[in-house]
């Protein structure tokens, strides 16, 4: 019998302490597993990211993992707008949320100075700011919208999943960012925003959170499956 193969570029500067990379090759193996699918991971490190087209056209999703900041910044934003804009299935978890943002923010919302306060604790627009609350090694509530493709994927209103960073997106400029296709559709019990998707796109979705632990328990996490049925078609 032959086995379908899809193949997903992980952006990001692979660490093996890092216990989301440990994760993310299992959490999409037992996700594609359900699908009889072999979905085969490539790591891509953010330095080596020049020419977007031809470095990704040959992969079925992205993923920018977690383990920010990157090598190359820019590099990563490269790889999120190529998603965004060819309609291939993108999942960004913790600093892949944050970039996601960022690149939405600069070549979107006509915001170029949008900047992260890890690498730019100056910067006059800090989109991505400190937590009020650090989320290392910690779990939270996230309740999901309706209608939302995060919800889909995990079938309920309310879930529990663990995370480990510091930053998130600054409320100051949610109205700036979510006017449009952006929506933001998971939030933690106090109205901070944990996750969102982009209307109008395959499958375009970034969290705060590292559904990928799951894996780690055995667990399949229902997000990376939604991730691995998009790519399958």
């Known amino acids: 019998m032959v086995v379908r193969t899809l193949r997903v570029a992980l952006v990001g500067d692979f660490n093996p302490s890092v216990v989301a990379h440990q994760a993310i090759p299992k959490a999409l193996n037992l996700a594609g597993a359900q699908f009889g699918i072999d979905v085969q991971p490539v790591w891509v490190h953010t330095r080596s990211i020049f020419e977007v087209d ?43 949320f944050q970039h996601a943002l960022l690149e939405y923010a600069r070549n979107v919302c006509g915001m170029p100075e949008a900047e992260h306060a890890e690498t730019d604790p100056d910067a006059p627009l800090r989109l991505i700011a400190p937590l009020a609350c650090s989320l290392v090694e910690r779990s939270d509530e996230i309740l999901l919208a309706e209608g939302g493709q995060i919800r889909r994927a995990y079938g ?18 949610e109205s700036r960012i979510f006017h449009d296709a952006l929506k933001a559709t998971a939030h933690d ?9 982009l209307a109008g796109h395959p499958f375009f979705v970034a969290v705060l959170f590292q559904p990928e632990r799951r894996a780690l328990a055995e667990e399949v996490p229902p997000l990376v499956t939604a991730f691995v049925a998009a790519m399958a078609g």
Do not use: D
Request: hydrophobic share 35%; aromatic share 12%; charged share 25%.
């Open 156 to 173: 309920q209103a309310r879930i529990a999943e663990g995370y480990h960073c510091r930053y998130g997106l600054n409320r100051e400029y």
């Open 189 to 197: 019990r106090k109205g901070e925003v944990r996750g969102v998707e």
């Open 54 to 96: 031809a470095q990704f056209e040959g992969f079925e999703g992205i993923w920018c993992v977690p383990a920010s900041p990157y090598a190359n910044t820019l590099g990563a934003l490269a790889a999120i707008r190529y998603a965004r804009e060819n309609g291939r299935p993108f999942l960004g978890t913790c600093g892949g």
